[in-house]
């Protein structure tokens, strides 16, 4: 019996002490940046437990952690990855590898009665490699001109970079020492594929020995989405936002944005805010993404956005907008665009909105009250947009006047009081006329003049009233004014 019990509490002590332990690799670690990295890791602990979660940490930073009811957190990296589980693996991935993912990595794990962490950490270096394949773009004037480079670092041994389309076939390009250049032209021609440029060789030449290429591989097609604040088309004023979807993981990838032509550097998103007729038109977004001894241009296929404008109106008149009372008139709404559809239009004369909704106004046989300034209007559910206005005018005669009441009725007034004016002159001066030849004749019997006498200035002299004309007062021609005399 008391052998029973030592054996017992022998296997008991021995599981309590040896069970419990976390496996790190050996030694420290490098990698490359932008390469990816696995750590691998193994812990044990006794029979009858439970394990309830598992963390890695950085710098005694958690960056991974796992749990039983809410799966794997934190991922403060981003590119960490769990490849363990909750009974003995805690392997940890890293991809692609950044220049700060280096530091002193150490793994925990805990049951529903205690925690263990590993005794050690290990140690992680990241480098940058210098046969990393870079990019860069020279542009000159004109349409589609200059070109894309793709180079090395001089440190780097290896040399042949070459490009190659979306089929693996290589492309005819300018190849120095350590770069390569590719036109502009030809890279617009493959549009929509995904470009290759690399080392000859790369895999044996370039890949540092326990690093592994990122698992992305090369990138997937790009394409352009646009988003809208509101559905329908982009007017004159709204804001709306270019996407270049393309998935990659890579750390060092670069955003290129063509529009009509001109290079935009940027994200990989353009906001554009208050749009106008400028920010119309075509867009391509291209997206480099280096790698070790490789690198890839991706160029999405050209997509096409239009910004409506509100549209110019005009009110046309036919035949002409000067006519004569009672000939025929037509007033059209008249648009520069066929972009729109849906449209509903108004009509307004002197300012004052009239009950007509279609695009021609028509008149028979133009009155004067019809005259006026008249304008239309153009709308539906993107906005509305009026025309200036258009007088309409009438002809009387050789003259032309404005078909308006108010106008017409001062002209006439005008007329009248001219007409008046004309006779009373004509009154006044068929009068001086009649009264100068009554005075002729009653001197008709000696027509001789006195030269000591005044002489007359005109013919339309004041001419004295009837009562006072001189009459001779005997053979001598003497004259005398008698109010109260008479001549016969």
């Known amino acids: 019996m008391e052998a029973l019990l030592l054996l017992a509490l022998s296997i008991l002590t021995g599981a309590g002490c040896q069970n419990w332990g976390v496996t790190l690799p050996a030694g420290p670690l490098a990698g490359w940046s932008g390469s990816r990295l696995t750590i691998p890791c193994s812990y044990t602990y006794p029979e009858g437990h439970l394990v309830k979660a598992v963390t890695w940490s950085r710098d005694k930073e958690r960056i991974v952690r796992l749990t039983a009811t809410a799966g794997q957190g934190y991922d403060k990296a981003k590119r960490a990855q769990f490849l363990g589980d909750l009974q003995h693996d805690c392997t940890l991935q890293l991809s692609p590898l950044a220049l700060g993912d280096g530091g002193t990595y150490s793994f925990e794990f805990q049951t529903q009665s205690q925690s263990w962490r590993s005794p050690r950490a290990v140690c992680l270096t990241v480098l940058e490699h210098h046969c990393r394949v870079q990019q860069g773009i020279s542009r000159s004037p004109g349409v589609l001109s200059g070109s894309m480079e793709c180079s090395i670092s001089e440190r780097c041994a290896f040399s042949s970079l070459y490009w190659y389309d979306g089929a693996g076939a290589r492309i005819p390009q300018e190849t120095g020492k350590s770069k390569s ?265 000696d027509s001789r003049e006195d030269p000591s006498a005044p002489q007359r200035d005109s013919l339309y002299e004041e001419i004295p009233c009837a009562g006072e004309i001189p009459c001779p007062l005997d053979d001598d021609d003497d004259y005398y004014n008698s109010p109260k005399d008479y001549c016969n």
């Not at 540092?208 to 088309?233: M, N």
């Not at 106008?276 to 075509?282: C, E, K, P, V, W």
């Not at 035949?319 to 709404?333: A, I, M, N, Q």
């Not at 002209?411 to 001219?418: D, N, P, R, S």
């Open 181 to 445: 250049s590719l036109s502009m032209r030809i890279i617009w021609q493959h549009r929509g594929a995904v470009l290759e440029c690399r080392v000859w060789g790369y895999r044996n030449r370039c890949l540092p020995k326990g690093s592994q290429p990122p698992a992305t591989g090369r990138p997937h097609r790009l394409k352009v989405l646009v988003d809208t604040d509101s559905p329908g088309p982009i007017r004159e004023g709204d804001s709306f936002t270019l996407r270049c979807v393309g998935e990659s993981e890579s750390l060092y990838q670069v955003y290129f944005w063509i529009h009509n032509y001109e290079d935009l550097y940027g994200s990989p998103s353009l906001q554009i805010e208050e749009a106008t007729l400028f920010h119309g038109g075509n867009y391509t977004c291209m997206k480099w993404v280096s790698d070790i001894g490789r690198a890839y241009l991706a160029i999405s296929p050209t997509t096409y956005v239009a910004i409506l404008a509100p549209p110019v109106v005009h009110v046309v008149a036919t035949p002409g907008p000067h006519r004569r009372t009672g000939e025929p008139l037509s007033l059209t709404c008249q648009l520069d665009t066929s972009a729109y559809g849906g449209l509903g239009f108004s009509w307004y004369k002197d300012g004052e909105r009239l009950e007509w909704a279609q695009v021609e106004l028509a008149f028979t046989g133009i009155q004067v009250a019809d005259g006026g300034e008249y304008q239309c209007e153009v709308h539906n559910t993107l906005g509305k947009s009026t025309s200036l206005p258009l007088t309409i005018t009438v002809v009387y005669g050789s003259d032309c006047y404005q078909l308006s009441p108010g106008s017409m009725a001062g002209f006439g007034a005008g007329v009248l009081l001219l007409f008046l004016l004309s006779s009373l002159g004509v009154y006044c001066l068929a009068r001086r006329i009649r009264q100068r030849k009554e005075l002729g004749g009653s001197l008709q019997g």
